[in-house]
């Protein structure tokens, strides 16, 4: 009896010795550095289980036993492991994965809408941005969304970012508005947007946004015809922000996009104007200019009169330059 109670016993003790190595040999496997020799990206879709995503691990090399993965995940208190991208460290453990994808800490991706973009090609380039999903079919109306760096994470909705894009524009242009110059003769946000994006089209010189808008707001205040090149361009084009350069029958369009033939603001944007378009718009530099001219070096000549308008028009066709003028 007593023989039987000492063999149970000891039996006993042996099995909590191994169990307790083993347990002992299963957390170093947990939290020692894993097998990752360089860093890997894995994605997790959403609806993805547990054993999907362990599977995923161990073919990336990020563990290297899937069961102790998903025991861990089983059995460590924590919030459900999220879907999307993952970017994992070098000898990343078994325990600091699974914490990245209890927290979510997924891949920040950006994406640059480049200022003086048309709504269609804004909507081009997110189709083509591969890690976002869904399709935006129609653009947006031109002038609506904000050209900047977005953030996202794959998987995320083109039609997300679409709305981010159209939110951050409302918002931009209802703070410059709000902060404009006095005695501006625009009479509503929409037509300062209208102007901020020929203003974006004509130069892509920084320093010279506010001395541009100068010229169109000095020429709208005398009833003159704004004469943009890039309104003509829209009128040819449209949306399609591409074509050859323009011809000289091409200022006789009849497009009231047109303001070498319509008066006034054309009746809508000709694409979208980032915040320091608009901000020049809004807050013009102080002159009394009326035209300019490409100078050659990839800026304008500016004048106040149209004889010293026609010598800086003169000089640019003695250099070669095809006539560009406004």
Known sequence: MHRNVRIVGATVIVAAVLAAVGFLSLYQLYVRP????????????KGANVADISTALQRARVVLSPLTFRAAARLRPGSPLRAGEYRFPPHVSMRQAL?????????????????G?????????????????GEVVAPPVEGALLPATYDYSWGDSRSELIRRMSSAMSAVLDELWTARDPGLPLASPRE??????????????????SRVAAVFLNRLRLGMRLQADPTVAYAVYGGSGQGPPLRSIDLQNPSPYNTYVANGLPPGPIANPGRAALLAVLQPASSEDLFFV??????HAFARTLDEHN???????????RLDAE
């Not at 300062?192 to 946004?209: D, G």
């Open 99 to 115: 914490a990245m994808l209890r927290s979510g800490e997924t891949v920040v991706r950006r994406l640059t809408v480049p200022e």
């Open 294 to 299: 490409a100078n050659g070096t990839g800026g």
């Open 192 to 209: 300062a947007l209208i102007l901020a994006s020929i203003v974006e089209k004509e130069t892509a010189v920084p320093e010279e946004r």
């Open 34 to 45: 894993g097998p990752l020799r360089t860093e890997a990206t894995v994605i997790v879709a």
């Open 117 to 133: 973009m048309t709504s269609r090609q804004v909507v081009a380039l997110l189709n083509e941005t591969e890690s976002l999903v």
């Open 311 to 321: 010598r800086n028009v003169a000089r640019w066709r003695r250099q070669g330059g």
